[in-house]
């Protein structure tokens, strides 16, 4: 199941109370106080895990709590200290502030720890409180209250190129046949329901990663069809690849015209995505006809366009050798982290990730 966004109450743990307690043993008259302090809580510490996709272990689960310090004890032995909370999210995970919708973190990178909140700080046993002119103090303090917080978890699935067009443009059929990505293929519109991920592999030891997403309909950015629910999986790739069906069905729009919808729907939902670099492409040039509708749609748009058949294979090596130069192009321009950036980066296991909030 895809799931792209939770809400969840988180608590880090409390720290345990401070001891009062009064040193006994024989032979030792008037022993002083020996009260020791109490643990402290544990933080709640969020963790990209890059085989994660979605945030569907949250399902069921709204309330995360950290384990509490235990509370001091004689012979000034500090209690134990309660163990952190590890929670493991996607790459792309938004953690906000429901209260306030404030920003915490973009966790972006795997292997990437955050701490969000911190645990209570032990109370002060009462071994703490002596001195010469207070030598029995019978006072202890209790621990520190853990920090709590109501989160919204908003994934934005990261990829280098994010396949948008009409229902039934050959978006999933394109990605089963270039990557090992098995999505529902079927002759009826929106058989993609939830966005799909794939990792492309080209000579030379490169690759890429391709998302699906479901096909939008005119009216998208107001909720008609599956609506823009899944547009903001597409806001942090590097370039958009557009589908076109060349050949489309007696009653669907023209390609001129399905190529409008979808840019004016992208455009009405955030001008910023409509800006990233776009390539159009035609589909199924297997059909009869589609050489000379290609001409036409090429005539009507007056730029080049890619043509491809996802089914025999035709145009598929220029189609890939394209993407990989414009991803490379958006990379020398300083464009959003995408996860081809990791593919190959070595991990430095003994380097510091941990930061606070």
Not at 19 to 32: A, D, L, T
Not at 80 to 92: A, E, F, K, Y
């Given at each position: 199941m895809f799931i792209d966004e939770v809400e969840i109450l988180v608590r880090a743990g409390s720290g345990g109370k401070g001891?009062?307690?009064?040193?006994?043993?024989?032979?030792?008259?008037?022993?002083?106080p020996d009260g020791g302090d109490g643990g402290d809580g544990g933080d709640v510490v969020f963790e990209v895990a890059s085989e994660m996709n979605t945030l569907w272990a949250f399902r069921g689960r709204h309330e995360w709590s950290a384990a509490d310090g235990q509370p001091g004890s004689g012979?000034?032995?500090?209690?134990?200290?309660?163990?952190?909370?590890?929670?493991?999210?996607?790459?792309?995970?938004?953690?906000?502030?429901?209260?306030?919708?404030?920003?915490?973190?973009?966790?972006?990178?795997?292997?990437?720890?955050?701490?969000l909140m911190r645990g209570g700080k032990g109370g002060l046993g009462n071994a703490r409180f002596a001195s010469p002119t207070h030598q029995a103090p019978r006072k202890a303090f209790p621990g520190q209250t853990g920090q709590e917080r109501q989160l919204r978890l908003e994934l934005k699935l990261i990829a280098d190129v994010g396949l948008v067009g009409m229902p039934n443009a050959g978006k999933s059929t394109l990605l089963a046949r270039s990557t090992a990505a098995r999505p529902k293929i079927a002759d009826y519109p929106f058989t993609t329901l939830v966005p799909q991920l794939g990792i492309v592999v080209l000579?030379?030891?490169?690759?890429?990663?391709?998302?699906?997403?479901?096909?939008?309909?005119?009216?998208?950015?107001?909720?008609?069809?599956l609506g823009d629910a899944f547009l903001k999986h597409i806001e942090r790739t590097r370039v958009i690849v557009h589908l076109i069906d060349i050949c489309p069905s007696d009653g669907?729009?023209?390609?001129?015209?399905?190529?409008?919808?979808?840019?004016?729907?992208?455009?009405?939902?955030?001008?910023?995505?409509?800006?990233?670099?776009?390539?159009?492409?035609?589909?199924?040039?297997?059909?009869?006809?589609?050489?000379?509708?290609?001409?036409?749609?090429?005539?009507?748009?007056?730029?080049?366009?890619?043509?491809l058949s996802a089914v025999t294979g035709r145009g598929l090596d220029v189609f890939h050798e394209q993407v990989w130069r414009m991803i490379e192009?958006?990379?020398?321009?300083?464009?959003?982290?995408?996860?081809?950036?990791?593919?190959?980066?070595?991990?430095?296991?003994?380097?510091?990730?941990?930061?606070?909030?």
């Open positions: 001891c009062i307690s009064f040193r006994r043993e024989k032979y030792v008259p008037r022993g002083g012979s000034n032995c500090t209690g134990r200290m309660g163990q952190d909370l590890i929670i493991h999210v996607p790459p792309g995970t938004l953690v906000y502030d429901r209260d306030t919708g404030l920003l915490l973190k973009d966790l972006t990178d795997p292997g990437q720890r955050v701490i000579s030379g030891f490169r690759q890429y990663v391709m998302a699906d997403l479901p096909g939008l309909i005119e009216g998208a950015h107001e909720g008609v069809g669907q729009p023209s390609p001129e015209e399905a190529y409008r919808i979808i840019r004016t729907e992208l455009e009405k939902y955030s001008p910023t995505l409509a800006a990233k670099p776009e390539l159009v492409v035609a589909t199924k040039m297997d059909l009869t006809d589609s050489d000379e509708n290609l001409r036409q749609f090429q005539e009507q748009l007056g730029t080049q366009i890619c043509a192009e958006a990379k020398s321009q300083g464009a959003t982290t995408s996860p081809s950036d990791f593919l190959t980066r070595p991990i430095d296991l003994d380097a510091p990730t941990s930061e606070d909030v």
